[in-house]
């Protein structure tokens, strides 16, 4: 069975630079989480979007913004990085807002910023 | 503290035994899910109970959900080293999704 695609798999950035994770959700799933996982840390929720519309928004810092496409496909885009955003970087969809519906996480992207 | 809290944090046992991971939580829920993360890897959903049940099943896996304490409890029956991981879970309030600190199991062939 198809499961949640994200891109790339690792990614090393210089500080202040930009970078870009994308997630591709299981298909027909129609809404998508990011989580931000530090080293030894909890995954952290950042934002969700539900049929394109931001429907949640957690820890994530003003330099970053994300958004979901008409495909469901959603981009999170990071600016001026730093040392402290290095982490492995979630994406999960599910079918419908994440009350009482299955949430599947993606393998990750792993952002490593030198 | 934070919602979905796991015990133990650390749990070892031998191929074979059962092993059984608690979690609590404090507010109110819709769902509660438990994930398992290997080392380096994306978590992986496990199973998800919502707030009206009391018991699922998974294949080896068993939740069950106390609402009334606030507590859920994932059981892995007849454990194999291929289970060693960290197992979360995750609670679903509706606001957002909180992750535990998680329960690392080492199962030692």
């Known amino acids: 069975a198809a499961g949640v695609i994200q891109s790339p798999r690792h990614l090393i950035k210089e500080k202040r630079e930009t970078a870009t994770l994308k997630c591709y959700p299981i298909p027909r799933h129609d809404t998508v989480y990011w989580y931000q996982q530090g080293p030894g840390q909890d995954p952290q929720f950042l934002i969700s979007f539900y049929e394109k519309m931001q429907s949640d928004k957690g820890s994530i810092p003003d330099r970053f913004s994300a958004q979901q496409f008409s495909d469901y496909h959603s981009e999170l885009n990071m600016s001026s990085l730093e040392l402290g955003d290095s982490a492995l970087y979630f994406c999960a969809s599910s079918l419908g807002l994440r009350l009482n519906y299955e949430q599947y996480f993606g393998p990750g992207t792993r952002l490593t910023v030198t | 503290s934070q919602q979905g809290e796991e015990d133990p944090q650390a749990l070892s046992i031998q191929e074979g035994e059962n092993a059984t991971m608690n979690c609590s939580y404090k507010t109110s829920i819709n769902n509660l899910q438990w994930y398992r993360q290997n080392s380096g890897r994306g978590l992986v959903h496990l199973i998800l109970i919502r707030s009206n049940e009391r018991e699922k099943h998974s294949g080896r896996l068993r939740v069950t959900l106390d609402t009334s304490k606030k507590s859920s409890s994932l059981l892995i029956t007849a454990s194999r080293a291929a289970d060693t991981a960290s197992y979360f879970c995750?609670?679903?309030?509706?606001?957002?999704?909180?992750f535990g600190a998680g329960t690392r199991l080492t199962v030692k062939p």
């Open positions: 995750a609670t679903d309030a509706g606001d957002d999704m909180r």
